[in-house]
Protein backbone atom coordinates (compact mmCIF):
# COMPACT_ATOMS: atom_id res chain seq x y z
CA UNK A 1 0.00 0.00 0.00
CA UNK A 2 1.42 3.08 -0.46
CA UNK A 3 1.26 6.86 1.50
CA UNK A 4 0.65 9.58 -0.38
CA UNK A 5 2.34 13.40 0.52
CA UNK A 6 1.33 16.01 -1.55
CA UNK A 7 4.26 18.76 -2.56
CA UNK A 8 3.59 22.37 -3.22
CA UNK A 9 1.49 23.24 -6.39
CA UNK A 10 3.48 25.01 -9.01
CA UNK A 11 0.99 27.42 -11.36
CA UNK A 12 2.68 27.91 -14.74
CA UNK A 13 0.95 30.32 -17.38
CA UNK A 14 -2.48 29.51 -15.70
CA UNK A 15 -1.99 25.82 -15.49
CA UNK A 16 -2.02 23.94 -12.12
CA UNK A 17 1.12 21.82 -11.45
CA UNK A 18 0.92 19.51 -8.51
CA UNK A 19 3.37 16.98 -7.73
CA UNK A 20 2.82 13.63 -5.50
CA UNK A 21 4.86 11.72 -4.28
CA UNK A 22 4.15 8.28 -3.07
CA UNK A 23 6.06 6.22 -0.48
CA UNK A 24 5.39 2.69 0.27
CA UNK A 25 3.88 1.67 3.81
CA UNK A 26 5.76 -1.04 5.98
CA UNK A 27 3.32 -3.57 6.93
CA UNK A 28 3.05 -2.90 10.52
CA UNK A 29 2.27 1.27 9.49
CA UNK A 30 -0.69 -0.12 7.44
CA UNK A 31 -1.97 -2.32 10.34
CA UNK A 32 -1.52 0.50 12.76
CA UNK A 33 -3.44 2.97 10.87
CA UNK A 34 -5.77 0.48 9.63
CA UNK A 35 -6.51 -0.74 13.49
CA UNK A 36 -6.78 3.35 13.79
CA UNK A 37 -9.33 4.12 11.74
CA UNK A 38 -11.47 0.71 12.67
CA UNK A 39 -11.35 1.93 16.19
CA UNK A 40 -12.74 5.73 15.74
CA UNK A 41 -15.80 4.05 13.43
CA UNK A 42 -19.19 3.80 14.72
CA UNK A 43 -20.70 2.67 11.39
CA UNK A 44 -21.87 -0.94 12.32
CA UNK A 45 -22.74 -1.75 8.73
CA UNK A 46 -19.46 -0.94 7.74
CA UNK A 47 -17.91 -2.86 10.41
CA UNK A 48 -19.85 -5.68 9.24
CA UNK A 49 -18.64 -5.22 5.74
CA UNK A 50 -15.07 -4.75 7.35
CA UNK A 51 -15.27 -8.05 9.00
CA UNK A 52 -16.89 -9.75 6.21
CA UNK A 53 -13.87 -8.80 3.86
CA UNK A 54 -11.40 -10.15 6.59
CA UNK A 55 -13.29 -13.24 6.67
CA UNK A 56 -13.09 -13.99 2.80
CA UNK A 57 -9.72 -13.60 2.52
CA UNK A 58 -8.61 -15.88 5.77
CA UNK A 59 -11.46 -18.65 3.89
CA UNK A 60 -9.74 -17.88 0.21
CA UNK A 61 -6.77 -20.03 1.58
CA UNK A 62 -9.03 -23.45 1.85
CA UNK A 63 -8.57 -25.78 -1.27
CA UNK A 64 -11.97 -26.76 -2.67
CA UNK A 65 -11.59 -30.37 -4.23
CA UNK A 66 -13.78 -31.30 -6.76
CA UNK A 67 -15.79 -34.39 -7.31
CA UNK A 68 -15.50 -36.75 -9.81
CA UNK A 69 -18.91 -35.41 -11.49
CA UNK A 70 -17.80 -31.73 -10.80
CA UNK A 71 -14.28 -32.27 -12.80
CA UNK A 72 -16.10 -34.31 -15.38
CA UNK A 73 -18.44 -31.55 -16.10
CA UNK A 74 -15.51 -29.11 -16.34
CA UNK A 75 -13.69 -31.29 -18.47
CA UNK A 76 -17.08 -31.10 -20.70
CA UNK A 77 -17.34 -27.80 -21.18
CA UNK A 78 -13.47 -27.21 -21.73
CA UNK A 79 -14.06 -29.42 -24.74
CA UNK A 80 -16.82 -27.69 -25.75
CA UNK A 81 -14.88 -24.39 -25.88
CA UNK A 82 -12.09 -26.26 -27.99
CA UNK A 83 -14.57 -27.77 -30.27
CA UNK A 84 -15.94 -24.19 -30.82
CA UNK A 85 -19.42 -25.22 -29.29
CA UNK A 86 -19.73 -21.81 -27.44
CA UNK A 87 -22.43 -18.66 -27.56
CA UNK A 88 -22.10 -15.28 -26.56
CA UNK A 89 -23.71 -14.36 -23.35
CA UNK A 90 -26.27 -12.00 -25.03
CA UNK A 91 -27.31 -15.55 -27.50
CA UNK A 92 -27.34 -17.45 -24.07
CA UNK A 93 -29.74 -14.91 -22.48
CA UNK A 94 -32.44 -14.81 -25.80
CA UNK A 95 -32.26 -18.39 -25.56
CA UNK A 96 -33.05 -19.15 -21.70
CA UNK A 97 -35.68 -16.42 -22.79
CA UNK A 98 -37.23 -18.25 -25.45
CA UNK A 99 -37.21 -21.66 -22.76
CA UNK A 100 -38.78 -19.96 -19.95
CA UNK A 101 -41.96 -18.76 -22.46
CA UNK A 102 -42.85 -22.52 -22.93
Known sequence: MNSIQKRPIDFV???VDIRIEIRAMSTLELKSKIISQVQQMDDEALLNEIYSLIHAETDLSKI??????ERSMVEEGLTDVRDGKIVSSEKA????KEWLKK
Open 13 to 15: ENK
Open 93 to 96: TERL
Open 64 to 69: YVLSDN
